[in-house]
C-alpha cells in the first residue's frame, strides 16, 4: 500500500523589512484628506478602504521577492493556470489601505487576479484572519491565524481565489489597520 496526496497550494508568510515597514506605516497613520476607496465590499460594518499612494514602489519591488518565493515552494501553480500558450509577466495592481475599528469585520471574499497579499501595519491586541477552502470531498476547510502585536509588519501571499474573512474584534477601541493588493497577468499587446 501506498499514501497518495493530491497536490494542492498553500500560502506563504514573511515579514516586511524594517525600513519599509517604518515608510509604509507613516502612511498609513498619515491619512488626512485621502478619498475613500469605495470596493465591493463596501457596506455598513465593513473596514474603510484607502489607496495607497506613497510607498508603491517599495511595497511592489518588495513583493516581488514574495512572488518569486512563492513560485519556488508552490512551481505549479502560475504555470498551471492555461489561458494562453506562453507565460507573461505578472503585474500589481494599486494596493489599498483598510483601516478595521471595533466591531467592524471585512466579509468572507476572494480577489481578482491570481495571486494576492495582506500586511498587516497594527493590530489590536487580538485580531483573527481566515482563509476558508474546501477538501476534495467538499468539506469546508479553514485555516485561522490568530494575530498580535508581534504579527505587526506580516505578510501573507496567496491564491487570490483562496476566501478568506477578517473576524471583528470586541477587545479595543485602535484600528487594525492592514495592507491588501492583487496581482494579475499582464496581458500586453501579442502582435
Known amino acids: 500500500m501506498e499514501k497518495i496526496l493530491l497536490p494542492n497550494y498553500g500560502f506563504v ?6 525600513d519599509i515597514y517604518t515608510s ?3 502612511e498609513c497613520l498619515n491619512m488626512k484628506n485621502k478619498k475613500e476607496f469605495i470596493s ?10 484607502y489607496y495607497v499612494k506613497n510607498n508603491l514602489d517599495k511595497i511592489q519591488n518588495f513583493m516581488s521577492t514574495v512572488v518569486d518565493y512563492y513560485n519556488k515552494q508552490y512551481p505549479n501553480y502560475l504555470k498551471g493556470i492555461k489561458i494562453l500558450n506562453k507565460n507573461l509577466p505578472i503585474e500589481f495592481q494599486k494596493p489599498w ?3 478595521q475599528k471595533k466591531g467592524e469585520y471585512i466579509p468572507m ?3 481578482d487576479g491570481v495571486l494576492s497579499y495582506n500586511i ?7 485580531s483573527i484572519f481566515e482563509f476558508n477552502y474546501n477538501s476534495i470531498t467538499g468539506r469546508n476547510l479553514s485555516n485561522t491565524i490568530y494575530l498580535n502585536k508581534k ?9 487570490s481565489l ?9 477587545n479595543t477601541t485602535k484600528t487594525r489597520i492592514s495592507i491588501a493588493g492583487n496581482i494579475f497577468i499582464f496581458l500586453y499587446s501579442l502582435h
Do not use: C, R
Request: zero cysteines; a positive charge; hydrophobic letters at 35%.
Open 40 to 49: 465591493g465590499l463596501t457596506e455598513p460594518g465593513v473596514a474603510k478602504h
Open 120 to 126: 498587516w501595519m497594527k493590530l489590536p491586541s487580538k
Open 151 to 159: 504579527d505587526e509588519g506580516t505578510v501573507v501571499l496567496f491564491p
Open 13 to 18: 508568510k514573511t515579514k516586511l523589512p524594517k
Open 97 to 99: 489601505i483598510n483601516y
Open 109 to 111: 471574499h476572494e480577489h
Open 24 to 26: 509604509v506605516l507613516k
Open 162 to 170: 483562496l476566501q478568506h474573512i477578517v473576524y471583528p474584534f470586541h
